[in-house]
């Protein structure tokens, strides 16, 4: 499944500008371009849900749609080699050691 990309994209920005000038039309209108759309936040790839079934979905049933790429340690975008680092480092219940 290939997931689209929002219109007016900038190189190197991406879609900083018409998130910064106007944020609630840019989000709004992402809906026209299907469920689920990638914005480019400078060279940063975000996914951003636009159907609300799909997002308590996602919501409820997080790991089911959990990927490596879009996994996160401590903030920051992980690499499969480090997903055993976070969770040593986390430990059970996801308290930083």
Do not use: W, Y
């Not at 689209?4 to 944020?23: D, Q, T, V, Y």
Request: aromatic share 2%; net charge positive; charged share 20%.
């Amino acid at each position: 499944m290939s997931i689209p990309i929002a219109p007016g994209r900038l190189p190197l920005l991406g879609h900083m500008l018409p998130l910064l000038r106007r944020p609630l039309q840019f989000l709004s209108s992402l809906g026209q371009v299907g469920e689920l759309v990638r914005i480019d936040l400078g060279r940063l790839p975000m996914i951003v849900i636009t159907d609300a079934k799909l997002t308590r979905q996602v919501l409820l049933d997080s790991l089911s749609f959990a990927t490596t790429r879009s996994a996160l340690c401590n903030g920051r975008p992980r690499s499969s080699t480090m997903a055993d680092r976070c969770r040593i480092r986390r430990g059970v219940g996801g308290r930083r050691a």
